[in-house]
């Protein structure tokens, strides 16, 4: 969650003390102290109204909803489940499961149950892990049963979502009109369909982002709100939840979510997501059975959700809500426009460059174009300091306010006292990347979330901790700034203490990637290990041979293992996915994760987007180095001239990124990103030495390249 860096210095400590707390004994005596049998916990009633978002909850279009929402905690639901949009059925189906599932193939409403008694069978249920492969379908209502709660539900999803193994729920009404009784059941699920049901044509959700007019969507949410408003009162002291299930369309949206019981006010959030203020749908599987008492089986990924107080009128936390989701749609929409004009930026600025630098003429803008392209990825981070997606046009103003904090930062470069180094311009950047980039980690990651080059609520492929692409950045940023200090270090005769410090600051940058709860990055740590030995090595003069690489991939490889088991033992509610891949390679289904990430690898391989700025990069760097006077007037033999330790820095990025590519599902972006913010730093400082013919930290100047070297 968000938090101090205090909060996650604590949170360090506290994690390994309770690795040593958490044994297997333990854990299992702290199973049983919450299992079952102590109490039988809640009546909880989960009302899920697929489509609903928080700009549908208005005072005047749904007065049940908004009242409801007074008392009541309230969050954003990240409704993915497994396709890039989520269908009524495939998001009861992830309450059933406790995982995010799908049923495959086509996608609309849950199937209608079949009476059976006082209840109802789901038909052909066993058809879903039989033919669909959702093994884990019917969990929740299994361990319900299981614990002897009785499950009553309203509609067909909610039977889909209460159904144990065979099937079946114990009390079933078609609609919430034809409940007479609404304490028949100790686990209630209501559906009321009425702002989905226009969405859905047969067995299909709407291709389309949005089908209807604004006046028809708001006429479906006030039906919704009248369904709700006439059995709410009859529910007594059950805790309730409301959920807004699904999506409505082809574009994916943060739906509504809150908490209604038990005193619940402020924000809702969960461990799941980091976040005070966001949940993901398997979190309700776990809510319902930590409120009924129930323990939750070893295939529930959600916890528990979690209530924060907070201050502000009830308007300002809905207005909050629905922000964060405008800010993730104009992340999601934007980011395709911003890395092809990241990409054409970077193919111009090496053909330019190229023919610029033959010439040695216009060096002064070749470097400022360089400092500049640097600057970009570390304000797309910034600005998220600034109101942007508050104003009235959200995706111009982000454009706008990045280009001004990038050109601020390349002033900043530029015009200070550190501009007459070699490496000043390049240490400024990079410092500010990776010190933006760790704070960032330290508190909780408020600037990666709805960042153009972080990830998204809406779109759920991550919610906390270090993206792949800001991996490549860190990485790339602390081993130049580490070398950088190096060069200085070792120009005065101390390389023991240059050695030292990239390895020192390389681990501490690395384990914060890794850390459970903080970067939580697995395939970072073992791409981090070999970048930061490689530089070490270069910068102690020793060489570094095949074999040894191999050897730090694989150090790599045991150092995330060792963290993810440490956190594997820890109990399942407060594990992150790392410690739940161990538990997948435990128990031997790890391989459709590892299928899945490869897949999403090689797809990178083709992107339009990230491959240019590779291919570019790539020959660039190659070619200067092979032919300097032909592609670069020497730039950068006289840049590793000056500041020897400059190569040491390149490569080691250079092998985090290309052993990132290969063990990360964002691929190619890994490499890309991490070429992106060192060739044109690389390129600066070769530019300056070139210009001023001066060493990179006092010392004298160095004799120009010979005419056959430029």
């Known amino acids: 969650m968000r938090g101090t860096w205090v909060k996650r210095a604590v949170a360090a400590v506290v994690f390994g003390v309770s690795v040593v707390a958490c044994t297997p004994a333990a854990v299992a005596a702290a199973g049983l102290a ?38 009541s905690a309230l969050g954003s639901l990240s409704v993915r489940a497994v396709r890039k949009d989520t269908c009524p059925y495939d998001a009861w189906l992830t309450v059933s499961a406790g995982v995010r599932s799908a049923v495959g193939g086509a996608c ?26 959702q093994r884990e379908a019917g969990t929740l209502g299994q361990a319900l049963h299981a614990a ?11 039977a889909l979502a209460l159904a144990d193994r065979e099937g079946r729920v114990d009390v079933y009404a078609p609609s919430p009109a034809e409940v007479t009784q609404w304490s028949r059941g100790d686990v209630v699920a209501v559906e009321i369909p009425d702002l989905i049901a226009p969405y859905v044509s047969g067995d299909r959700l709407s291709e389309v982002p949005e089908l209807l007019s604004a006046d028809a969507r708001r006429a479906a949410a006030r039906a919704a709100d009248a369904k709700l408003g006439a059995f709410l009162p009859r529910l007594g002291s059950a805790t309730v939840l409301v959920a807004g299930l699904s999506d409505h369309g082809s574009v994916p949206h943060l739906r509504t979510a809150m908490i209604h019981g038990g005193g619940a006010s402020g924000t809702l959030g969960a461990r799941s997501t980091h976040r005070d203020d966001m949940i993901i749908v398997p979190d309700l599987t776990a809510t319902i059975l930590a409120r009924t008492g129930v323990a939750a089986p070893p295939a529930v990924v959600g916890v528990p959700v979690e209530t924060h107080a907070t201050g502000g009128t009830q308007d300002e936390r809905v207005s909050a809500l629905r922000t964060a989701d405008v ?7 934007a980011t395709g426009v911003f890395f092809t004009t990241l ?18 003429d216009g060096l002064p803008a070749v470097r400022a174009a360089a400092v500049a392209l640097a600057s970009i990825p570390v304000s797309t981070y910034l600005v998220n300091l600034t109101p942007w997606a508050r104003t009235a046009q959200p995706a111009v103003t982000l454009f706008a306010s990045i280009a001004a904090i990038a050109a601020a930062l390349t002033v900043a470069a530029l015009a200070g006292p550190w501009r007459r180094g070699v490496l000043g311009p390049l240490t400024v950047i990079a410092a500010v990347t990776a010190g933006v980039l760790l704070g960032d980690l330290l508190t909780g990651t408020p600037l990666q979330l709805n960042s153009l080059m972080g990830y998204t609520g809406v779109v759920g492929a991550r919610y906390y901790g270090l993206g792949n692409i800001p991996f490549a950045l860190l990485a790339t940023a602390v081993l130049l700034v580490t070398t950088a200090a190096a060069d200085r270090l070792v120009r ?26 903080v970067g939580s990055d697995f395939g970072g740590v073992i791409a981090f290990v070999p970048g930061i030995a490689v530089t070490a090595l270069i910068v102690a003069g020793r060489r570094v041979s095949i074999v040894k690489l191999g050897a730090f991939c694989a150090a790599g490889g045991v150092l995330v293992m060792a963290i993810a088991y440490l956190d594997y033992l820890r109990p399942p509610a407060s594990q992150t996915h790392l410690g739940r891949f161990v538990g997948q390679v435990a128990d031997g289904t ?8 490869l897949g999403a690898m090689l797809s990178t391989l083709l992107s339009p987007n990230l491959m240019p700025v590779v291919i570019a990069a790539f020959a660039f760097l190659v070619f200067a180095l092979l032919r300097p006077g032909a592609a670069s007037a020497g730039v950068l033999p006289i840049a590793f001239e000056r500041a020897p330790m400059l190569r040491a820095g390149l490569l080691g990025a250079l092998v985090s990124g290309l052993v990132g590519m290969l063990v990360n599902d964002s691929g190619a972006a890994v490499l890309s990103m991490a070429l992106a913010l060192a060739v044109p730093l690389v390129l600066s400082a070769g530019i300056r ?3 001023h013919g001066e060493p990179a930290s006092g010392g004298s100047p160095a004799p120009p390249p010979s005419p056959a070297a430029a």
């Open 689 to 691: 030495a070139l210009q």
């Open 590 to 597: 790890f391989l459709p994760v590892i299928s899945r990430k």
């Open 327 to 333: 800010a993730g749609q104009t992340i999601r929409d």
């Open 343 to 360: 990409a054409v930026l970077q193919v111009l600025f090496y053909v330019t460059a190229f023919l610029l630098l033959r010439r040695r």
């Open 34 to 71: 919450a299992g079952p049998a102590t109490a039988r916990g809640e009546r909880v009633v989960l009302v899920g109204i697929p489509g609903l978002m928080w700009s549908d909850v208005t005072p005047a279009d749904t007065p049940n909803l908004w009242r409801l929402a007074g008392e």
């Open 108 to 133: 609309g409403m849950a199937p209608t149950p079949e009476a059976d008694g006082e209840g109802a069978v789901v038909p052909e249920f066993s058809w879903l892990w039989e033919v669909r492969e």
């Open 148 to 158: 002897g709660r009785t499950t009553m539900a309203v509609g067909p999803g909610a």
């Open 492 to 517: 005065a005769g101390r390389k023991a203490v240059a050695v030292a410090l990239v390895a020192a600051l390389g681990a501490f940058a690395m384990l914060l990637d890794g850390w459970p709860g």
